[in-house]
């Protein structure tokens, strides 16, 4: 069974760094790329960021493409979004979520989410 | 920037049939935007339904299905259950960056 359980949601101020964490289990983790996605409260859903099975590969959304990086460790089986520069707007439910291929198929598990609130 | 449209919401009776679309601000909808489907109900993360136009998961109910209607990408729900009524969101594939659309609330 596919897990993905996402760590490191705080509370922060403007301006501030984060490092979110997704623990994966249940599937081979370096043959899949992996996606980021946030829910921001009374709006959508929004994709932030993908990085393909090696690394090799990484992209962002223009709201956060030059503030956040998408990396992973695949001895760990993990993956992270650092974020830098946060905003108010960046306050969300942030997903952890596995695409269907290497590259990128569209994505077919999702983890719980964990929330980030960027605040004074 | 890449706009992704659905209809903000629609409603069905239990048991109909409903259709939800999915435009793009850049042309037409085609399977190299590899349209995937998403269910959202409050509290919870969301549900892959559909990926790559009209591939089903292992979990995905045979009454939804995915494919083109004209230039947008549709999931048509036949047989619309009272547990159908959630958000719904598409998304789509823009060389690497992916796009979702703004979800359609569907009403049973």
């Known amino acids: 069974e596919v897990q993905l359980v996402e760590s490191g949601g705080v509370v922060v101020q403007p301006g501030g760094s984060l490092r979110l964490s997704c623990a994966a289990a249940?599937?081979?983790?370096?043959?899949?790329?992996m996606h980021w996605v946030r829910r921001v409260p009374g709006k959508g859903l929004e994709w932030v960021s993908l990085i393909s099975w090696d690394g090799g590969n990484t992209y962002y959304a223009d709201s956060v493409k030059g503030r956040f990086t998408i990396s992973r460790d695949d001895s760990k089986n993990a993956l992270f979004l650092q974020m830098n520069s946060l905003r108010v707007e960046d306050t969300a439910l942030y997903f952890c979520?596995?695409?269907?291929?290497?590259?990128?198929?569209?994505?077919?598990?999702w983890g719980q989410g964990i929330q980030v609130t960027v605040a004074s | 920037q890449t706009v992704v449209t659905q209809e903000p919401s629609l409603t069905v009776s239990p048991g109909g049939t409903v259709t939800l679309t999915c435009a793009s601000s850049?042309?037409?909808?085609?399977?190299?935007?590899?349209p995937n489907w998403f269910q959202q109900k409050p509290g919870q993360a969301p549900r892959t339904l559909i990926y790559?136009?009209?591939n089903k998961l292992s979990w995905t109910p045979a009454r939804f299905s995915g494919s083109f209607l004209g230039d947008k990408a549709a999931l048509i729900v036949s047989g619309v259950q009272p547990e159908d009524e959630a958000e719904y969101y598409c998304?789509?594939?823009?060389?690497?960056?992916?796009?979702f659309g703004g979800g359609t609330q569907l009403t049973v």
């Open positions: 979520a596995k695409d269907k291929g290497p590259v990128t198929d569209g994505i077919d598990h």
């Open positions: 850049t042309g037409a909808v085609t399977s190299s935007h590899f």
């Open positions: 790559s136009t009209s």
């Open positions: 249940g599937f081979t983790f370096d043959d899949y790329a």
């Open positions: 998304l789509l594939h823009y060389g690497g960056v992916w796009v």
